[in-house]
């Protein structure tokens, strides 16, 4: 059984429907990859699984339990963290500091962690160790990107959901946030991950869901999600070019 979740989710603005019933599944021990074009709905699908976006109808459920009525703090007690598509992370605090924030408040549900312990565990894993006591704002994009990721493994989850953490990366960090990946799904965390760098999602994934205008057009493997008609046309392209 998945993990986590999305039933039949209807998410209407005005007269505007930006899901319409909505299905996935994320499973444990995986990367499940959410893409489509810009204004697909993908960032509102996020938003529905992790409480900041009420559904106008459909249930998000989690570890087999309802949770599409809890609020946004009670789903991430239960193990559901995330980061943003535009950098949330305390620029005015170190890289350190970010990460111990939400290290403390994972302390107030698990009595068992000792924060700081937990923060340096993460910073070596993440590989930020070297810029640990940089202030976060001084830092490049693509560093702070690794900062926000720290801090969301930081709530201990067992569901991660990305939002473009590749934006801002070179090819090296790329390469290196995909082993980061392999490694945290290898000891079983559930990853959803919204992406717009192709390569990226086509070698991490191994199942894919496609979105546009609200809608899930495609489901699949990376092979499978690449010879798709409807995707080629609304999307990626020829599979081709994907490849390439």
Known sequence: MALLSVEDVVVRFGGLRALSETNLQVEEGRVTGLIGPNGAGKTTCFNVVTGLQEPTSGRVRFDGEDITDKSPFRRARMGIARTFQ???????????????????????????????????????????????????????????????????????????????PSSGLNEEETEEMAKLLRVLVKDGLAVLLVEHDMSFVMGICEYIYVLDFGKIIATGTPAEVQADAAVQAAYLGSAAEVVA
């Open 86 to 164: 535009k950098l949330e992370a305390f620029s005015s605090l170190s890289a350190r500091d970010n990460v111990l924030v939400a290290a403390e408040q994972r302390r107030a549900w698990d009595r068992s962690i000792n924060p700081k312990a937990v923060t340096q565990e993460i910073l070596e894993k993440v590989g930020i160790t070297e810029v640990a006591d940089y202030m976060v704002g001084t830092l490049p994009t693509g560093t702070a990107r690794l900062v926000e990721l720290a801090r969301a493994l930081a709530a201990g989850p067992r569901a991660l959901l990305l939002d473009e």
